[in-house]
């Protein structure tokens, strides 16, 4: 790949020391281009969340390298990085201040970025993840689990980022909203150019978002696999074929023919 726009090189990360540390990454890498979906995807603990908590800078302690567009990312994070690279969280009830009315939890980051035509960019961003204009003056109780999960979603692109950090960004909603919610992010990001680093444990939602994906295993990257390669089958490792086997039968079964 000529030029990356993320890339992971080398990258370890320990929590604690001595006999009770734990080595939750190691010797991660991967290059991810810019408008392309990479997905990670193992167990519960195998290290998905650090990766992503490391990139985006709620996380300084670790060794190797993080570039973006081609510069190796400081541990500090200024202002002008948070506007290139969001995080979308899990949960979206623990993710919004239970007492801001949506405008105001819209207009913060605007704020933060000195950013222009705030009424505006509220109303277009309500608008693109499929709220209307009304939305602004509720509250996160008023809200459905989707419904908070896309003004999520809006809170985060409403600074125009290139970047989102998707962690498990549906594994807390209704099975009956989950497909909306990925459909809305795979709008959003063809409709935007954005890329899009996504972790989960379910290889039916990474399969449908992601054009590569990592299976993960005790920290390392264990596959790299197109969602072609997982949907025909062709893996390698039998760790992958066992997990594809125990995550989605369906999936599991092509693999078995295939392998
Ligand atoms: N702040 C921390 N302090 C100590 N250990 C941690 C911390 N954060 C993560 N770990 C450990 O690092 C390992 C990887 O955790 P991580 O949350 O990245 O896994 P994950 O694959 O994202 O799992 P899950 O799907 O359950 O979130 C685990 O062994 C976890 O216990």
Redesign the pocket.
Known sequence: MQNPYLELKDLT?R??HGASG?V??QQAEFAIEEGESYG?I????????????AIAGL?PHYEGRILLDGTELPKQRGKALFRKMQMVF?DPYASLHPRKMVQNVLIEPLQIMGMDRKQERIDAILSDVGLDAGFRYRFPHELSGGQRQRIAIARTLIVEPRLLLL??PTSALDVSVQAEILNLLNRLRRDRGLTYLM?S?DIAVIAHMCDRIAI?KD?RMLEKLTSQQVRSGAVTEDYTREFLAASAPAVAREAAQAG
């Open positions: 990360i929590f604690g734990v939750a990454v990670l193992g167990e519960s603990g195998c290290g998905k969340s650090t990766i992503l908590r996380n899990q962690d498990e972790v444990h993960m920290g």
